[in-house]
């Protein structure tokens, strides 16, 4: 099976990528390094261009017969989205619309896309399943929202079979530190709280203490970046069999408070990590728990690594050895 993966050489694409390479796909990235990075890309072969360039699109599926597209491509920052909505629109949006003319005009008609627990908006209770009212409240989240039923139309219309993948927290490193978490700018906690540990950051900011939760502070559900993309793996197999189109939610189905991200952290390094507490983060709901029940019962989907501390060791690892490198 040959696919083209967009955005592989970010993070959740670069493990996608390794992953598919080792298990006998014939894959290509196509992304156009504006967050990811060109060393990340470990299988496979890469093509540098942007969603934005219709020209590069059209000869890159005329180059290669795609059996499908895993689609990562994007921003993917909440709180640059609510600053710069104008960017969002144009890169997950007009990005993707792009995408998606090219694989109508080279007849692709499956995809694996990247979607997100922000579709949910204020969860309105936990854990979320599939169930759960749809309300952006951010435009990274409505960009989303917007491609998932733009899915559902292109489905009806002209036979586009997809899987929409609705990631919570994306976390952790693979178990062999080859890849792990790279951002520039770094926001996510785990990588931040591993680097503060480090004496890389001089301290750790948490984002309001003053939540209603147990300890004050916000509620994640934390995936292992490679269970995230077994999943992914899974619904190439769904699709690849003729399967029609689904959404699944994609977390452990266990919330951890940012206060025990933290002490994970400071266990698994064996440092303190400095603390300061500072304001609320502006569009982060208290509490974020996947119920990933549906995609464990039609699959058999089953986390390798759902335990906290391991998700941390990885991350640790990976950020232990970006040291060494230098
Ligand atoms: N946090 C801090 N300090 C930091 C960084 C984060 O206290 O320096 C807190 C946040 O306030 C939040 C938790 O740690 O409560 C997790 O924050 P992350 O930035 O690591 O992750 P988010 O939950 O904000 O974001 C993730 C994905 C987004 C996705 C979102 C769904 O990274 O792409 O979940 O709401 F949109």
Redesign the pocket.
């Known amino acids: 099976m040959k696919v083209l993966v967009t955005g592989g050489a970010g993070y959740i694409g670069s493990h996608m990528v390794r992953m598919l390479d080792e298990l006998g796909y014939a894959v290509v990235t196509f992304d156009d390094l504006s967050a990811g990075f060109r060393d990340a890309v470990l299988g496979g072969e890469f093509v540098q261009g942007s969603l934005h360039d219709k020209a590069a699109l059209s000869a890159l599926f005329g180059a290669y017969q795609f059996d499908a597209v895993v689609h990562f491509a994007g921003s993917?920052?909440?709180g640059e989205s609510v600053r710069d909505p104008a960017k969002y629109y144009q890169n997950n949006l007009v990005g993707t619309l792009n995408l998606f003319d090219a694989m109508r005009a080279h007849a692709v008609n499956k995809l694996v896309f990247s979607s997100?627990?922000?579709i949910f908006g204020e969860p309105q209770y936990v854990p979320i399943d599939e169930q759960h009212p749809q309300l952006p409240i951010n435009p990274?989240?409505m960009t989303k929202w917007v491609t998932e039923r733009i899915l559902r139309d292109y489905d009806a219309a002209y036979g586009l079979r997809s899987v929409a993948l609705r990631?919570?927290?994306?976390a952790g490193a693979a178990p062999d530190a080859a890849l792990g978490e790279r951002h520039d700018p770094e926001?996510?906690?785990?990588p931040?709280a591993l680097r503060a540990a480090k004496g890389e950051l001089h301290e750790?900011?948490?984002?309001?203490a003053d939540y209603d939760t147990a300890d004050g502070?916000?509620i994640?559900d934390y995936i292992h970046i490679e269970d995230l993309c077994d999943a992914h793996v899974l619904a190439l197999q769904h699709l690849a069999s003729g399967g029609e189109s689904r959404a699944y939610n994609l977390g452990n189905g266990q919330g951890y408070s940012?206060k025990e991200?933290i002490q994970v952290a400071e266990r698994v390094s064996g440092k303190k990590v400095p603390v300061q507490y500072g304001p609320r983060?502006a569009g982060?709901?208290p509490r974020?728990v996947a119920d990933a029940g549906k995609i464990r019962k039609d699959w058999n989907w089953t986390p390798r690594f759902a335990a906290l501390e391991q998700i941390v060791e990885h991350a640790w690892q990976w950020e232990i050895k970006t040291d060494i490198k230098g």
């Open positions: 993917i920052a909440v997100t627990a922000a990274y989240g990631y919570f927290n994306a926001t996510h906690l785990i931040l750790l900011t948490v984002f309001g502070t916000c994640r940012v991200v983060r982060d709901p974020l």
